[in-house]
């Protein structure tokens, strides 16, 4: 396996999808990402239903994202892309918990192209479909290229 496929969010607009494993990164400006206090604002209320064992709020937003909420807490639970049906799972969410500085930093190697002075993959270099990129690909493509690295040096 290729280890953890990391995906760092700033409040920017632009996101790390990236290998701490092996140097590769992929880099997207995608407009929306971190969950701020008022992530429901001017949301929509769709109805309950059950997910991923909680029961939730359903909330749409902008006709672009559907959210669900833990009736109980409020916490995310899930939300889905209404566009391409990509849905991302909420695995731990730790309110007020705060994570240690360098993990909050994209390694060097997503700062340079592989016509820099990193080693990493052409995969950062890969132009996006259609001015877009989904994250669930990007992921896919850097846990594929990290586990390509990590099989050449076997090979060496």
Known sequence: AAG??????????????????????KVLKFEVGILYPDWLKDAKHLGRTDADTFVVDVWTKAEFINYYADVNSGNPVRWTFLWSGAEFHVMEFSPNATLPKHLWQAPPYCFTTSNGSSSSSAVLDQPLANGHMFRFQA?????????????ERKRQ
């Open 4 to 25: 953890t496929v990391w995906d760092l969010e700033w409040n920017n607009g632009t996101s790390f999808i990236f290998s701490r494993d092996e140097p590769v990164c």
């Open 139 to 151: 992921a896919q493509e850097v846990g594929e290229a990290a586990l390509q690295l990590q099989q």
